[in-house]
């Protein structure tokens, strides 16, 4: 059963950091593409960011410049850094891959809360 876990999210500060982390495990064919999507309070679920295993990364425009997307595909993790952090950041962060089988599999959710 393939699985994504997410990890750190927690509670920051305005203008604060942190970083998330999400390893895919279990039995899956090779993965393509991963991606963190976030929901706010009251609000659809939205990409933040994706990046293919050997390409470029893409951005929503709220987060480019602050946010940047990393892939470790030999361990099949990806990362989100998260910088200058807004109120409006604040969110349930999920995570997402797509296999070569064009599978797709959601993490669980990280909570980011991001205070004034």
């Known amino acids: 059963q393939a699985q994504l876990v997410e990890s750190g999210g927690g509670l920051v500060q305005a203008g604060g950091s942190l970083r998330l982390s999400c390893r895919a495990s279990g039995t899956f064919f090779s993965i393509r593409e991963m991606a963190w999507h976030r929901q706010g309070p009251g609000k659809r679920r939205d990409l933040v960011a994706r990046i293919t295993t050997g390409g470029t990364p893409n951005y929503a425009d709220s987060v480019k410049g602050r946010f940047t997307i990393s892939i470790d595909s030999a361990q099949s993790t990806v990362y989100l850094q998260m910088n200058s952090l807004k109120p409006e950041d604040t969110a349930v962060y999920y995570c997402?891959?797509?296999?070569?089988?064009?599978?797709?599999?959601w993490g669980q959710g990280t909570l980011v809360t991001v205070s004034s």
């Open positions: 997402w891959c797509r296999t070569a089988n064009y599978r797709e599999i």
